[in-house]
């Protein structure tokens, strides 16, 4: 049986650093990204106590691009979003190389101009409600949709990673 989270099935799964991204299907047809950190970083006190009170917040923000926080799950260390059939720009990079493809340079450039409009929006409404960082943006949590739509999802949930090489 196809392993389920949020009452959804896994079609698929990426490694990243800390968690893995799973691409999730509904009973519906509708396509979901999950981010699932791994057990020694799913219980941090930055993953869980950082975001308690801010949750709701995270829920309900909507500007143009960012994804909305659909569910959070403390025990798993699991965030799931609404985004449709996208894919991350990590994998997206990954698929390139090992088709030896070597995107453009304007490409790029494009990809990082939408990214930061869509962090800036995000920012000018999180600021008001006490949210100074937007955590950890990284290619795993900037995808882009089929229609080429860059879509953000993780905002402000912070970079677990980095604290536990730091510490």
């Known amino acids: 049986m196809p392993e389920q989270i949020f009452n959804k099935t ?10 893995e991204l799973m691409t999730l ?10 981010i699932r950190f791994y057990e020694q970083y799913s219980h941090h006190p930055m993953l ?15 500007p143009r691009g960012l994804v909305p926080l659909m569910d959070f799950d403390a025990d798993a260390g699991a965030f799931l979003y609404g985004t449709g059939d996208c894919v991350s720009i990590a994998e997206l990079i ?9 995107p453009g340079v304007r490409a790029g450039i494009e990809l990082l101009l939408r990214g930061a409009e869509i962090i800036r ?12 960082s937007h955590g950890g ?13 860059v879509k953000i999802i993780g905002y402000a949930i912070p970079q677990i990673e980095m604290l536990v090489f730091r510490d």
């Open 48 to 62: 869980v106590d950082s975001l308690d009170g801010v949750i709701d917040l995270l829920k309900g923000m909507r």
């Open 10 to 19: 896994v079609l698929r799964s990426y490694r990243g650093p800390a968690s």
């Open 137 to 149: 943006l990284t290619p795993w949590r900037m995808l882009l949709s089929k229609d080429g739509q």
């Open 25 to 34: 299907k509904d009973e519906q047809g509708y396509r979901y990204i999950g």
């Open 121 to 132: 929006m995000a920012i000018d409404i999180s600021q008001e409600e006490g949210i100074y």
């Open 94 to 102: 990954r698929q390139c190389f090992d088709r030896n493809i070597k």
